[in-house]
């Protein structure tokens, strides 16, 4: 057997590059939980010790700290000063909350992947499913702040008015249900968005709806917004003129139950909005680290949740427009088609 020992140096340089990666998303997940990017943004160059002031933390501790985030090139570095900068840029995706960049947030989903290893390993041997209510809390923050970003970015912005006609109908007081809509982003981006309008949100994960109904009264919103503990085939009411299913579809053991549900509860001339991962319907055509990182979370999450359900499809992150809209098609809609993608998501429009 013939070796390409240069094949394998470069293969080895990508897995120290992959750990490095790894261990400093704990840093980035520090850095933004304990402000110090917050405390960087806007303020020019700052030494180790200006920052341990700023912040109230030891300048030791944030010293190797800004070497790390140096190292990776999260910040720019002046040795002759021994200052480090957050740049503007970089400060969109790590300090600003508001920013349609931001990411930093999303780091602890991670930490849960690794908290829940021996669980997701046991899944590989048994075949069994792994609920989401049996993950690590992180994981509920976590993936909340990937998707957040794009919700508050186009979901009222660009989504809702790629719809037909569905935009006209929320400006003049028109009925909502989110499903599967964890604390709640979406649906309280919607009211604010949509003031004339009705929301309910449901989850069948009571601690998520808990923190959703806290989430609508500081927003303002709880008059005309609930959040109800439901399954996504068994929620109440009808006459909705949309229905929400936001990065969750996927994650269902029986989605196509779960659409001909929707559709039953939906007006005549009522929407499902559907958004989902970004995914081409081949596997090659979701090589690269957005690919990567959802089918990372599709094998420890999305697959597992699935299969804790009854029917257990499986349809996972990287599902594809195709086998999504089969699907809706299934279902009973007539109507099915995209209306709309960003770098993370596929949004497809459904009526019956």
């Known amino acids: ?65 800004l070497n790390n985030q140096m190292a990776g090139g999260y910040l720019d570095y002046d040795s002759a000063a021994g200052a480090y900068t957050l740049s503007d840029e970089h400060a969109l995706v790590l300090a600003n909350p508001d920013s349609p960049a931001f990411l930093a947030g999303g780091f602890d989903m991670i930490s849960s992947m690794w908290i829940d290893e021996e669980k997701i ?15 690590h809390p992180h994981l509920f923050c976590g993936m909340e702040a990937i998707f957040r970003t794009g919700y508050r970015t186009d979901l009222a912005q660009r989504w809702i008015p790629a719809l037909d006609g569905v935009a006209a109908k929320l400006e003049n007081g028109g009925k909502v249900a989110d499903i599967g809509c964890g604390h709640g982003a979406s649906t309280i981006i919607m009211a604010k968005a949509f003031p004339q309008s009705s929301f309910v949100g449901f989850d069948y994960h009571p601690q998520s709806i808990e923190v959703a109904r806290l989430r609508a009264e500081e927003a303002g919103v709880a008059n005309r917004t609930t959040f109800e503990v439901a399954s996504a085939k068994e929620f109440a009411g009808d006459g909705y003129d949309l229905i929400c299913f936001m990065d969750c579809l996927h994650d269902l053991g029986d989605p196509l139950g779960a659409a001909r549900h929707a559709l039953s509860t939906l007006t005549d001339d009522g929407t499902v909005l559907l958004v989902e991962p970004f995914a081409g319907d081949r ?39 195709a086998q999504l809209s089969a699907v809706l098609s299934a279902a009973g809609f007539s109507r099915v088609r995209r209306v709309a993608e960003t770098p993370f998501n596929i949004v497809i429009e459904a009526r019956p």
């Open 121 to 135: 390993a046991q899944a590989f041997r048994t075949g069994n499913g792994i609920g989401w209510h049996e993950h």
């Open 283 to 321: 596997v090659e055509d979701n090589i690269g680290p957005v690919g990567r990182m959802f089918y990372a979370a599709s094998t420890a999450v999305c697959v597992p949740n699935s299969l804790s359900q009854e029917t257990g499809l499986g349809l996972g992150a990287q599902a594809g427009e």
């Open 1 to 65: 057997m013939s070796i390409d020992q240069a094949k394998v140096a470069a293969f080895a340089d990508q897995v120290v590059g992959d750990i490095a990666a790894a261990m400093s998303g704990v840093m980035t997940n520090l850095g933004h939980k304990l402000g110090l990017y917050r405390a960087m943004a806007g303020s020019g160059p700052l030494t180790s010790v200006e920052l341990a002031q700023r912040t109230g933390l030891h300048e030791r501790y944030v010293r190797e700290w």
